[in-house]
Structure formats: C-alpha cells, structure tokens
C-alpha cells in the first residue's frame, strides 16, 4: 500500500506539466503553480500546450481533480508537502545557468512557509543550488527547522517525457537529511515498489514489477553533478560520432557501420551513436555550457566541453557546404525542407539545428518550402513566412519543383515516404539527409543523388547503352 503525498509543481513548461500529471498517475494529489494565467487557463480547459506523446490523455483523465492548475504558490505552499521548483534556468550572455527564476520562487515559498515542507529542485541547476536556495530561505526569515531542500533531477527525453517519468533508467534523490528522504521515498514509492505496474491501465514501458527502477540516494551536490555530467556525456557522444562520421566521410568509410561495431562494445553501446547534423534542444547546448561554466569558476580545466561544442556547430556548418558540394551555387535555388524540431517527436525548436540550417539557406539567397508535422507553429513565430520561405502542410508539398530535399529532423514519417511519388515531384532528384533516414542503395535504385552523413555519396548509373549502339 502506498501513501499519497500532497505535491505542487512550480513550472508549467516540458518538466513541469511531464511532472504534474504522471505524479498524478502514481496517485497523489497535485496542484501545478505558473505565473502565466493565460497558461494556466489553458491548461486548465484541456490544452496541453506542448507536443508530448500521452500528455493530452493524463491531462483529460486528472485535470481539475488529481491535478489542479492555479497562479497562486502561496495557497499552494500552504497545502502541499513537498514543492517541486520546475521552472526555467535558461543560459546566460556568460555561459552559466539563470537562477533568477529559481530564486524568485524560493522567496515566495519563504513568504508562505508556516509548517515543514520539503522543496525540491527538479530544474537542471548547476552544483551549489543547493545551499543557495536554503540561503535564501534563511534570509527571508524561515527557520531551518522548517523545511530541507533535495536535488531530484529530470532525466526526461523530449516525445517520451511521460513514458522517462514512468519508466526511469534510475530515479536519483539528493537529500541530506533522513526527513526530506522520506518524503521523496513516498512519493516514487508507487514506482519503486513495482505497484504501479500492477496497474490494468498502467503506462507500458520498460519496466514492471519484478524489474522496478532504482531509487538512487546521494547528497545533494552528487545529484546536482550527476545531471550535468550526464547530459555533458551525452552530448559529447554525438559530437563524437559527427567527428568520427567526418573522418568516415573522407576515406569512404561508412559511419553506420563504424557505429553499429562500436555500440556492440557493451562499454560503448549502441545508444547516442547516430551521426547528424548536431544535438540541440533546451538541454544539451544549454547544460554543456553550464557545467564548463561551472567548472571554470571551481578552476577546473574543462576544455573537452569546449571541443564538444565546437564540433556541435562545425556540424551545421559542414551540412550547408554538403548541400553546397551537390548543388553548386545556392543564390536562387528552391529547397525542400523536411523538419524543423530539433528532434522527431516534439514541436520544440529551442536550439534546433534545423532552424540554423534554414537560417544558413535564407542567409545564403535559397528560397526555402519547409514541412514539420508539428513545429511549424512555434517555428513561425521565430521565422515569419515570406517570399522566401514558405511552409506547407506535407512533405511531399516541400519537395514540389525544389532543386534538393533535405531531411533536417529524425520524424518517423520521414523514412516512410513513397519514393516513387518523391522522385517526380522534386525538379531534380537530389536529397540530402542529415538524418540518415534511408538507405543509400535503396535511393540509388529510386534514381536519386543521395547525400547523407559519414557515408559515401551515392548516384544513379546512367544508362549508357543507347551512346554505345550509336557508335556500334
């Protein structure tokens, strides 16, 4: 038997909202807290706001009953147990994460305390936060024995966030007193306990009842590292396959087939391996420079995160003079554009190296006709539609008369398209894949030019036999 735990949720953005409805799926009772009310409005009719596989189906089953919205912290301060501080630290002009918000919220938790809560940092924050949130607190008059604060990093994935939440790796909990322990082991009971699974509409994923995620206890400042290095490492994966895939790409290697036999290594594994045209998104740029930020303020010499970053944006770089290398000139060309997230699955542009590819094309006199099944909202409101880029509602409108196709994000859509159908529609049958979305014979075979990231280029065979007959 599990006991339920009165939780808020300060933040209604990807960690928040992910957060609010799957601890309501485990069965306690929430109330997600946003500043924003036209937000919160929203939420609370049924709009999810944000592209997110089985969101909308746990925000219609728990809105306004397990899970409520509201602008008022202090209320929920008041009701809750444990407050789970979710809002953004977004990256500074120096590098370093933004606090400002987090530290904002801690004051006005301050302001409302009157009895033992439990307030977690569950935003990716920098070593250190820690102490300056209890600081904090200390300055605005509450009395330590009235609350601890605990690291319960996210370790969410964008288009999988609820089944991540559901279904974690792990669940790290820093705490540094046996009491803020507890509660936080209450709360992922229902998970570590195996009896969420049990459950006849339970989420499906990996894990069950007779394998349940570990629930990992350190200190706080272990939990605060153990997210930063874990998206550093990340990152610095991919980076190191787009070097490896440019090293394939100048001796004819294939980069598919460098990766597949390094991720059989069960050192390596196969996970974070796939060349592309770079990592973006509202993490990994952002928590690259933060934890070399912090670093350098420990003095600690951290230049392997500068080279990863480096890496990361010769990638698009290397991607134009591809599209470059097959195209000639680009002044006055039409280009397809497939995708515009920075990844398949979500609408989240932040840090999209597809919209840095279109930026370079526009900067570069190309006219652009771009496609994405769910970011072109949010991609227009940063990219307003013009007479040299238009966006359409298929892809099979993007490649209409384009000179090439590029395939700039990983939609699954993508690698199923009728090739046939894609190869008269284009003016000339040339697609550039910085996904590595399809296989090169197969596009040979289709009658296209296909480009694509640390394998050689492939071209159709002209036929030549008719010139041979002539002169027969």
């Known amino acids: 038997m599990t006991e339920d735990v009165k939780i808020a949720v300060v933040g209604s953005g990807y960690v928040g909202l992910v957060a609010a409805v799957c601890f309501a799926e485990m069965g306690h009772d929430v109330i997600c807290v946003d500043n924003d009310e036209r937000k919160v409005a929203a939420l609370q009719g049924g709009d999810s706001l944000i592209h997110e596989n089985f969101l909308p189906e746990l925000l219609g089953k728990y809105r306004n009953t397990k899970v409520r919205f509201m602008t008022d912290l202090a209320e929920a301060t008041r009701e809750c147990e444990a407050i789970f501080i979710a809002v953004g630290t977004p990256q500074s002009e120096a590098g370093d994460a933004d606090l400002s918000y987090v530290e904002a919220v801690a004051c006005e938790i301050a302001r409302s305390l009157t009895s033992y809560k439990v307030i977690v ?82 989420i499906e994923g990996v894990c069950n009842e007779s394998e349940p995620p570990e629930l990992l206890m350190t200190s706080t400042k272990s939990a605060e590292i153990i997210k930063h290095a874990s998206n550093a490492f990340l990152a610095l994966k991919i980076s190191f396959i787009n070097a490896v895939s440019n090293l394939c790409e100048a001796t004819n290697a294939n980069v598919e087939q460098v990766a597949r036999g390094m991720g059989l290594d069960t050192r390596i594994g196969p996970r974070f391996l796939r060349p592309g045209i770079g990592y973006g998104g509202s993490c990994f740029p952002k928590d ?41 000139t680009l002044r006055g ?136 007959s002539a002169h027969s």
């Open 121 to 202: 940092e569950k935003s990716t924050v920098p070593v250190y936060t820690n102490e300056w949130v209890t600081r904090s607190m200390e300055r605005n008059g509450v009395a330590r024995h009235l609350f601890d604060v605990v690291s319960n990093p996210e370790f969410l994935r964008e288009g999988t966030a609820v089944c991540d939440f559901l279904h974690p790796d792990r669940i790290v909990v820093g705490a540094d007193s046996d009491r803020a322990a507890e509660v936080l082991q209450r709360i992922y009971r229902p998970l570590t306990s195996g009896a969420y699974y049990t459950r006849a509409n339970a």
């Open 333 to 468: 060309k039409r280009i397809g554009v497939l995708g515009l997230a920075f990844k398949g699955e979500t609408d989240d542009i932040r840090e999209s190296p597809a919209i840095e590819v279109v930026e370079m094309l526009l900067a570069e006199g190309c006219s652009v006709t771009a496609y994405d099944p769910a970011a072109m909202k949010r991609t227009e409101e940063v990219l307003p539609a013009s007479r040299s880029l238009r966006y359409v509602s298929d892809a099979y409108a993007a490649a209409e008369d384009a000179d090439a196709l590029l395939i700039l994000t990983d939609w699954a859509e993508f690698a199923s398209l009728d090739l046939g159908q894609l190869n008269k529609t284009l003016r000339y049958p040339i697609i550039i894949d910085g996904r590595n979305m399809y296989d090169p014979p197969t596009m040979v075979k289709h009658g296209f030019t296909y480009l694509s990231i640390g394998r050689p280029a492939a071209y159709p065979v002209r036929d030549l036999s008719p010139a041979l």
């Open 288 to 328: 690259v420079a933060a934890f070399r930020s912090v670093a350098e303020q420990l003095g600690i010499d951290f230049n392997l995160l500068t080279e990863v970053e480096k890496i990361n944006s010769q990638q698009k770089k290397r991607f134009l003079n591809k599209v470059r290398s097959a195209l000639w």
